[in-house]
């Protein structure tokens, strides 16, 4: 059983960053597609950006410029760089993974069947 846990959320002002990463109890990023979601007070889960195994990545437009997804293969994490942070960035933020291996990954939820717990990110002045 894959388990994902994130942390490096927190309170930020516009403008500002936040380094989210995602540790899993098995090497995910070496064999597992891995996608961020977003779920805003009121709002859907959507996906932000998602990497996979070989390094590809795919981003929500609204992050695209601001938001990096990468991996740190000496801690076998996966890192999502948030950079000028806006106040509609403000949600709790979840890293997933799809477990086929081949392909580009999507940022579809459906693909997903793995979960992290969720880290809170706010955006505010």
């Known amino acids: 059983q894959v388990q994902l846990v994130e942390s490096g959320g927190g309170l930020v002002q516009p403008g500002g960053s936040l380094r989210l990463s995602c540790t899993g109890s098995e090497f995910i990023s070496d064999y597992y597609k891995i996608g961020w979601f977003r779920q805003a007070p009121g709002k859907e889960r959507e996906g932000v950006s998602c990497m996979n195994r070989f390094g590809l990545t795919t981003y929500t437009d609204s992050v695209t410029g601001r938001f990096t997804i990468s991996k740190d293969n000496r801690t076998k994490t996966v890192v999502l760089q948030m950079n000028n942070l806006k106040p509609e960035d403000t949600a709790v933020y979840y890293c997933?993974?799809?477990?086929?291996?081949?392909?580009?990954?999507?940022?579809?939820?459906?693909?997903?069947?793995?979960w992290g717990q969720g880290t809170q990110v706010t955006v505010s002045s």
């Open positions: 997933a993974a799809d477990d086929s291996n081949y392909g580009r990954c999507h940022l579809e939820m459906g693909l997903y069947g793995y």
